[in-house]
């Protein structure tokens, strides 16, 4: 006699129902989801992260998560837009009130790291799965909204920091390029090269801060800056030739 597949787990009783028409209802599992998925992440990694086990943890259907999100790449976008809306909050929390431009980055740059640090598995599921490293994909997560929300936020803080100082507001894009790159590699250095002895915490990150803020302004007061040697073959280039 074969042996027979159990069948799916029902829904819990007491699990409140999604009222036709409800956006209120519908945002409520859409967030249940995407906890239940990044759970699944936390606890197992991208593998066990698929719709029917998202839709067990919740106590749906199999079928229900297909309402929301059309694939597991979808869904994936999702918890990335749940965890850098994450991030946002907080970063906007730290600096909402801050009229000064350069206590404003500071505040904001501080709270950014400050997540990802308390958060290290949110950041490698953000920035370092396979789905977020290839080409497509990447593209798709740039254009989520709470990433141009995130870059706006920076350049807008450049161009106040470039106001305050009397710097360009023209090379406010590169500084907030600079600003991006920096807190990149800050972080990729502290979550992922664990072996090396770094200086703690308390006194590393406040430092790193400064050193960017730094760099912003050295950006928006002087522009671009080419090293020593390629400004002397390009003066070089451009003078007259001797008769």
């Known amino acids: 006699m074969p042996t027979r597949k159990p069948s799916p787990t029902p829904p ?43 839709a067990t ?35 906007l929390a730290a600096s909402r009130g801050v009229t000064d431009a350069r206590e404003r980055i ?27 490293t290839r080409r497509d994909e990447q593209g798709k997560l740039a254009a989520l909204p709470i990433y141009t929300s995130v870059l706006e936020a920076s ?14 507001p023209a090379h406010a894009k590169l500084a907030s390029d600079i600003r991006f790159m920096m807190v990149s590699g800050y972080l990729h250095a502290r979550l992922v090269n664990r072996r090396y002895p770094w200086t703690s915490v308390d006194v ?20 671009p800056q080419q090293p020593p040697v390629a400004a002397k073959k390009r003066a070089k280039a451009k003078a007259p030739a001797r008769a």
């Open 155 to 168: 350049l807008d803080a450049s161009r106040a920091l470039a106001a305050q100082i009397g710097g360009d």
């Open 204 to 223: 590393l990150r406040p430092a790193f801060v400064e050193l960017l803020l730094e760099a912003m302004t050295s950006c928006l007061r002087n522009g």
């Open 106 to 132: 500071r505040a904001q740059v501080d709270a950014f790291i400050d997540y990802w640090e308390a958060n290290p598995q949110h950041y490698r599921l953000v920035y370092m799965t396979e789905q977020t």
């Open 12 to 54: 819990p009783a007491t699990r409140p129902r999604v009222r036709r028409g409800s956006e209120a209802d519908a945002d409520r599992l859409r967030d249940e989801l995407l906890s239940a998925a990044l759970a699944l992440f936390m606890a197992s990694g991208l593998e066990a992260v698929t719709m029917r086990a998202v």
């Open 57 to 91: 943890q919740v106590g749906v259907s199999a079928m229900t998560p297909y309402r929301y999100f059309e694939d597991k790449g979808h869904l994936l976008r999702g918890i990335w837009q749940y965890v850098l809306s994450a991030a946002w909050q907080q970063m």
